[in-house]
């Protein structure tokens, strides 16, 4: 593996363990609200988090195509698989895989951003204040600014300047919008609801391109 793979891999197992760690305090009602992640709730997307530390290639491939290329389809019978009948067993089953280094087709950048995104996805409505490693939220912006690969990104971020509050990140040239480098991630991931943290005459654009992204 190269160097730039280790350090990613090194970066998703922190946040996974970060995201544990949290998870252990939660209350049952917590469990049950919803998320940031269309209609699941915190414990679904903690499944589907176990879910994607647990498929490689070959699973992933017979997944995709027993469901018959409905990714929604896919998706919905991994999280069901890695649910446990409690809260207390989903989260025994992440906190298995917190070290894994197991993952289907695509950068490793792509499997950072899906720790990233579905813990902010959890922590935003719950109320948990976390920032991530900066080096790693930082070489995951400039992953999702320069590529579609999971989330229209590179679409949402066309055509405007977006400056990280808290960290070197910087990219693009147009209107600014600028805020910490988890509140630009998120934008990018369209989720509206890390808007209102960010300003600049850029967005009112991004807020459109978000809106018609969800």
Known sequence: MTETTIDVLAA??????????????????????????G???VEEVVAHLTAAASLGRARWMRSVLGARFDFDEHN??????HRGATPAETLARF???????TSTFGPKEAWLGEVV?????????????????????????????????????????????????????????G???????????????????YL??????GVDVLAQRVAAAS
């Open 196 to 201: 209102d943290d960010l300003q600049g005459p």
């Open 95 to 101: 906190q298995a895989v917190v070290p894994s280094t």
């Open 175 to 193: 209107p600014v919008v600028r805020g910490t480098t988890l509140a630009l991630i998120m934008a990018m991931a369209a989720r509206s609801a």
């Open 76 to 81: 919905a019978r991994r999280l069901a698989e």
């Open 39 to 41: 209609r699941w709730s």
């Open 12 to 37: 998703t197992t922190t946040e996974r363990a970060a995201l544990a760690r949290d998870l252990a305090g939660l209350g049952q009602e917590d469990w049950a609200r919803p998320s940031l992640c």
């Open 117 to 173: 995104i579905h813990s902010a996805d959890i922590r935003r409505p719950l109320g948990i204040e976390y920032t991530p490693d900066g080096a790693a939220t930082t070489r995951l912006a400039e992953f999702l600014a320069r590529t579609n690969f999971t989330v229209p990104s590179k679409k949402v971020a066309a055509g405007l300047r977006l400056e990280a509050s808290d960290g070197p990140f910087a990219v693009g040239a």
